[in-house]
């Protein structure tokens, strides 16, 4: 139960700005638009409402994450290209619900507003083999201005400072990801 009520807690905000973009396309007459970005819609709101899942593979949070992309690029005039590099025979691992789609929202929200550049964000994974063990390699990077090495430090050793403007989306993965994994 503690995991749905983390999965819930994610971007209210978000839906709601979908429907006032969803009028305003009606309004200037963007139909085909419109038409689009409300099926992009319901795809999302589908996968996030799924009753009990909190892991799906990894090939479907790539689709929901290609679906986002799709749903941002209808919203905003402003460039945007995901790059999704992903190993076949890693597709079908488990992985948390919405754990690529934290990162992918946060590149938007965070990296979106530099210069007028386009959001470039690459999303990678592999298998990765150390002496001891195999495990998955996920690698979620934009070309913003990122977290500062003291920040991501402080996150590799499991402290989350209150003050990091982390939002809650990450604080919330790390949450799931430890009830998940017991880390």
Known sequence: MQLQYLQLQLAPHFYTNCLKNAYYMLMLGEYENVESFLLHLSSHLRYLLQKDVTMVSLGQECDFVHNYIELQKLM?????????????????????????????ENSVKYARNMEEKELVITIRAKYRKTEETTYLDIQVKDNGPGYSKELLHMLNQGEIPEDSRLGVGILNLLHRMRIQYGT
């Not at 590099?85 to 992985?95: A, F, G, Q, T």
């Open 76 to 104: 905003t005039a402003k460039g945007l290209f995901c790059e999704i590099l992903i190993d076949e025979e890693v597709r079908h691992l488990p992985v948390p619900l919405l754990s690529l789609q934290t990162f992918v």
